[in-house]
Every structure is written in C-alpha cells, then in structure tokens.
C-alpha cells in the first residue's frame, strides 16, 4: 500500500482534503442522507485512521460546515443530479468517454497488489520496461495450454529459470492486460498449491481478485475463509470492493466499505475512491457524505479524486465548479495531468466552451514534444470533436514517422468522429503494416467507427477477419458489435450475441452493452423484451443504476401502458426516484385510468 499512501500525500497540509470536499460539495446542493455507512467515529487511537466507535456526524462543526456548503444552492441541484441517470447522462457519457475511470477499474487490483506502483499509472512499473522484449516467463505461459500448464510451471522451475516477484509480476500483468484471467487464475493457483511463492497479504488478494473475474464476486468472498488470520488485511478487502465496484451493486460495496472500517483497517484513499467511482456513475447523491466522511477521517484526496470530481462537475454541466476543483489542485501543488487537462477539455467541448476548449489542448500541446508524446494520443480525438481536420493532420505528422499503437488507435477514433472513413481505413492499414499482430483492442476501435456511421457489412467482415487472425474476443468486442447492430436497426441481432456469450459461458458483458439494446426497445415501445433485457442486468447483478429503471418505465410510456408496481419494485431494489422520474411515473399512472375505461366500455 506503499504507493497508494504515497499518492495520497500529495497534498501539503492536513486541512487540503476538508478544502476539496468544501469545494467541492459548495455547489452540489446535495443534502445530507444520514447514511449509516457515513457516520462520524471517535478515534481512539493514532493509527491515521478510524476506529470503530460510531456517534453521529452532526456533532462536528466542520461536518456541519460542510453540509451547510453542500445546501447553499438549493433544492433543485439535487433533482440535478438524482435525475441524471437517464437518456440525457447516457448521451453525455457516449459524448465524454469514461477512459480514464475506466482504466482505473480494469487495471484497479494491480495498484492494490503493487503489481503497479500508482493509481493513475496503468503501464507497468518502469523497473520492467526494457528489461525483457519478450519475457521468458510469460512467453512460456501465453504458449502452454491449460492442461498442460502446470507441467510446464514445474519444468520451468527443475530447469533452474528464475521464478522471483519481478518475474511472476510482469507475467501476471501480461496475462491481466490481455484480460487472460482464467489462465492468471490456474498461474497463481499453481503458485500457492506448490508454495513456489511465500504469499503475504498482496498475493492472497490478487488470488481473490482473479477468483471473482473468472467465477464470480460471491465465490470470490467465500475465498476470505482461507486465507490465514494474519493476512486478511485492508488489501484483502479492497479488492473484494473493487470487484463489487465493477459489477455495479452498491449494497455489496457498501458492505464491503463498512467491513474495512469495523475491523479498525485502515481507510485508504483507494478505497474511498473506488466507492467515489461507483457513485459517480449510480448514486450522486451520496457523494457529499462520502467527502464528509474522507474529511473527518483525515483520507487525503490522490490525483485520481481530484479527477473523478473534476469528471462530476463537468457531467452536471457545473462548469465553474469543475474550474474551482483545477483551482484548488494548483493552490495545493498538485498539476494537472495530460488525462486531467483532456477531461477538462473534453467537458467544455461537450458544454460548447470551443474557446476554452482550444486554449486547454494549446496548452497541452505546448508541453508535448518528440521526447514527451503523452499528449498525442489525447489531442487527436480532442481537436476532431472540435470539428478540427487541419489540427488533427498536424498533430498526426508529428506522430506519423514511428507512431505508438495507442496514437495509431486516437488517429483512427478522431478521423473515424470526423466522418473521414477512408482515411481511418488508411491508417489501420498501416498500423498492421508496422505491427504484424495487434491485439482486439486495436480492432474495436476501428469496430466502433463502423457501428458510429452503420457500415454493418464492413463491421460484419471486421469481426470475422478478428476471427480468423485469432484476436480475443471479449467484452469491448461485444459491445462494439452490439452497437453496430442496433445502429443498424437489427436489435434482435444485437440481443442474441449477448444471449449467446451468457449461454456459452464465455464472459461477463458490459453493463453498457445491455444499456444499449434495453434503450433501443424502449424506444420502441416493446415492454416484453425491455422486461426480459431488465431481467438479464439483475441476473449479471447489474444492479446499480437508475438509467435502467428509467428506460424500463420508457417503454411502458412509448406503448401508453400502465406500469403496474413499478414504484414498489424500485423499493424492494433500494431505489428512489428523483423528481424528474415521479414526474415520469405520474405520467405512466394516467394510463392506468384510459386502461381502465377502455377495459369497462
């Protein structure tokens, strides 16, 4: 956890995190929910962190402050953000990618396990890079089979091949980014069955992490039982939570968060922000209780959450506040990076600030050069939201002598968002030319400029050709060829992937995927399939968002059909709706009456 309290230093003083959460809570207009998971606890010891003695948080003037910052704006806000769950955030989010909160997930468990030394950095530790072109180890993983792994393991080893924590790290973050869980599963299994590994706190938690990516969360938590009584550590948990992050279901995290802090473990700045994370995306209106919360139990904000509230802000379309949040990043030594400085960009593209806009990549660019090519990657896509093609060449020349395949991946997004196809076809030619083998990562984005502008037969060869090359196809695979199909009117089509992915056992899809097709039925008025693809979420404990609840009771308004016990279905599912949703219900309600009549006459 050594680079986790790292980054959460970043700050001067002890009073930077109570400045963030004024900050940021000043203009949320969000009041206090009196959670029971965000009380206030007397703190017994000096351990830097909470003990488990609860009292309420109204007792502390500063709580106080804060909560009377967080009502100055009023009431409205609140719907704001209760009710920004629906189509309206959906077009938002496809608008400003989530990449970065994205990123963090996928990659989430390597900060925990310290197979990555910071939270903002997903490429591998620097120690690694250069050191092997291919590594041994992982070569000889990536070619065994999955019978014959552990055979190959212990020739390995009588062969008298180095078998240390770098090595085993780089393997495993090898097989994590192409996403290879069950054979980094039957790896580390093999790892703890033949004690080649002395395993402490860390190791047993990536073991939980890769038990939870192939055979699910709850199996994942009965893994806890066995693991020895030393070493059940906040580590430990905080994967379990990242993996209930991932799947979307609040209560389990929210257990999970209660379970860190009831067993005096301390409440690191990571775990703060994976439930920030989960928030975010389903339950804003908690989010003022949770930097209460940070604030009272000295959590110092990382990079990363200063982020995520810059991210927030420019979702709400709060403008001022996203630049009072960069303001106090600056006042308090911390510079915004390329990802922050994109994001800024990105909201104020999105919020038709053009000026501000430019002036934020001007800026970007200006620090970028040969030596420091960071910012490309960003800028590409950036300027051709801005409808810029005469920027985007510019940038590309830069680029284009030995271009890195994430620059090749941005080029092919911003000609693909400029309607520039032959051009992206152009550079994917080349990509391959220069990289005889790319994995499906690099496909999809190509994928998703043909859903974007309904080329469905050239989206059709595109999978095909994936296929034959033998790219993995996963999740971002199938949501690409979801969206291709549903663009291209053939819903059904896109439906039965997702059926055949769940039958075949062959992954978990994407809680977008689903979004995607329950919006289209929606759309259409057919409450059956709305109903059955609502059912499939809870199913794959997609269980966190309000938007489906919200496309659901879209369907029943498009078909002038009551929707008999929505409200207490929300109920018994934990949710509540904002204004803008009972306004939605009421208008659904006045169906029941003409169903009535026309039932009677």
Same mark, same amino acid.
């Given at each position: ?83 920004? @769950? ?42 690694? @890079? ?236 200006? @620090? ?126 896109? @439906? ?106």
């Amino acid at each position: 956890m050594l680079a986790l309290r790292r980054a959460a230093n970043i700050t001067r003083s002890p009073s930077t995190h109570r400045f963030v959460a004024r900050a940021f809570c000043a203009n949320l207009g969000v009041k206090n929910s009196n959670l029971k998971h965000f009380t206030e606890r007397a703190s017994h010891t000096d351990r830097g962190h909470a003990s488990t003695n609860h009292f309420p948080c109204g007792r502390s003037a500063t709580c106080l402050a804060i909560r009377n910052l967080c009502s100055q704006s009023g009431a409205n806000t609140v719907d704001k953000f209760a009710d920004n @769950e629906g189509n309206k955030q959906l077009l938002i989010e496809q608008e400003i990618p989530d990449d970065e909160s994205e990123a963090d997930e996928a990659e989430a468990v390597d900060n925990v396990l310290r197979v990555s030394n910071d939270e903002t950095d997903f490429s591998i530790s620097k120690k690694f @890079e250069g050191k092997y072109l291919k590594p041994p180890l992982f070569k000889v993983i990536m070619e065994a089979s999955w019978e014959s792994l552990s055979t190959v393991l212990n020739i390995w080893v009588e062969e008298g091949n180095s078998l240390g924590r770098d090595e085993i790290s780089v393997a495993l973050h090898g097989l994590r980014k192409r996403q290879l869980y069950g054979k980094a599963l039957q790896f580390v299994e093999w790892l703890e069955t033949t004690k080649r590994l002395n395993f402490v706190d860390h190791d047993y938690a990536y073991h939980l992490d890769l038990i939870a990516k192939v055979h699910g969360v709850e199996k994942a938590e009965r893994y806890i039982r066995r693991i020895p009584e030393s070493f059940k550590t906040e580590a430990i948990y905080e994967a379990l939570l990242t993996n209930y992050v991932s799947t979307n279901n609040i209560k389990k995290a929210e257990e999970v968060f209660n379970k860190i802090r009831d067993l005096s473990l301390p409440v690191t700045i990571f775990s703060c922000n994976r439930l920030l994370l989960l928030y975010k995306r389903h339950r804003r209106n908690k989010i003022a209780d949770l930097l209460t919360m940070m604030e009272k139990e000295n959590v110092k904000p990382s990079l990363f959450t200063y982020k995520l509230l810059i991210d927030l802000k420019g979702r709400s379309h709060d403008i001022a506040g996203m630049e009072n949040i960069i303001e106090t990043m600056k006042m308090n030594g911390v510079e915004p990076d390329v990802a922050a400085r994109a994001l800024v960009a990105s909201h104020y593209i999105v919020g038709g600030l053009n000026d501000k806009a430019e002036k934020t990549l001007k800026e970007m660019e200006g @620090e970028a050069d040969s030596n420091n090519r960071n910012a490309f990657k960003s800028l590409l896509p950036l300027y051709a939201a801005l409808g810029r093609a005469d920027d985007v060449k510019r940038i590309w020349k830069l680029c284009e002598e030995n271009p890195t395949l994430d620059e090749f991946s941005a080029v092919i997004e911003a000609w693909g968002k400029l309607g520039h196809v032959e051009e992206v076809e152009n550079a994917f030619v080349t990509m391959l030319k220069r990289h005889k083998k790319v994995s499906s990562v690099y496909y999809n984005v190509l994928l998703n400029v043909y859903a974007n502008h309904k080329l469905l037969t050239k989206g059709k060869e595109l999978a095909k050709r994936m296929g034959e090359n033998g790219c993995r196809i996963g999740p971002l695979t199938w949501d690409a060829l979801v969206k291709l199909y549903v663009k291209a009117g053939e819903v059904e089509k896109a @439906e039965s992937i997702l059926q055949k992915v769940v039958q075949g056992k062959k992954g978990r899809p994407l809680y977008g995927s689903y979004v995607t097709i329950l919006e289209e039925y929606a759309k259409r008025g057919d409450i059956h399939n709305s109903e059955k693809i609502f059912r499939c979420m809870k199913m794959m404990d997609y269980l966190g968002g309000m938007a489906q609840y919200k496309l659901l009771l879209e369907a029943y308004k498009k078909a002038e059909k009551p929707a008999y016990g929505f409200r207490e279905r929300m109920r018994s599912d934990n949710m509540y709706p904002g204004k803008q949703m009972l306004t939605q219900l009421e208008e659904v309600d006045a169906f029941k009456k003409r169903y009535i009549s026309e039932s009677i006459g």
